[in-house]
C-alpha cells in the first residue's frame, strides 16, 4: 500500500535536506515516491498502477505520495516543474527522477534497472 509523506515524515524516512546537501537515504529498502496533485489528470491514471505495485512488490520496496499542493517546499527542493515526477531511489545509490504518467511496463523496468529489484 503506498503511504502519504509530509514533509516531516520525508526528512524522517527519506532524506533530510535541511541537514545534508549531500544525497543520504535513510531508508532500508528501495523506494519510489510518486509527486502527484489530487487535480492532475495524469496523476490519477498513475496512482492505480503504483498502488498495484506496492502490493507485487510488498516487503522489496517503499512507494510514496507527496501531495505537491500541500508539500509545496519538498516539491521545491527537488524542482518539481511538472507533475507526476517519480523518484526511484536504489539504496546505496543516487536517486533517478522520472516524469510523466509511465505505463506499468516502464515502472517495472525502473524497479528492475534502477533499484535492482526483481
Not at 524516512?13 to 492532475?40: H, L, M
Not at 491514471?45 to 507527496?66: F, G, H, N, Q, T
Not at 509545496?72 to 518539481?80: N, T
Amino acid at each position: 500500500m503506498t503511504q502519504q509523506l509530509t514533509t516531516a515524515d520525508f526528512k524522517e524516512k527519506v532524506f533530510n535536506y535541511e541537514e545534508s546537501s549531500e544525497w543520504s537515504f535513510k531508508g532500508e529498502r528501495p523506494a519510489i515516491i510518486d509527486f502527484y496533485a489530487d487535480w492532475c489528470g495524469p496523476c490519477k491514471m498513475v496512482a492505480p498502477i503504483l498502488e498495484e505495485l506496492s502490493e507485487e512488490y510488498k516487503d522489496r520496496i517503499d512507494v510514496y505520495k507527496v501531495d505537491t499542493d500541500a508539500e509545496q517546499e519538498l516539491a521545491g527542493a527537488f524542482g518539481i516543474q511538472s507533475i507526476p515526477s517519480i523518484l526511484f531511489i536504489p539504496v546505496n545509490d543516487k536517486p533517478q527522477m522520472a516524469a510523466g504518467a509511465l505505463p506499468k511496463e516502464q515502472l517495472q523496468k525502473a524497479i528492475s534497472d534502477v533499484l535492482g529489484v526483481n
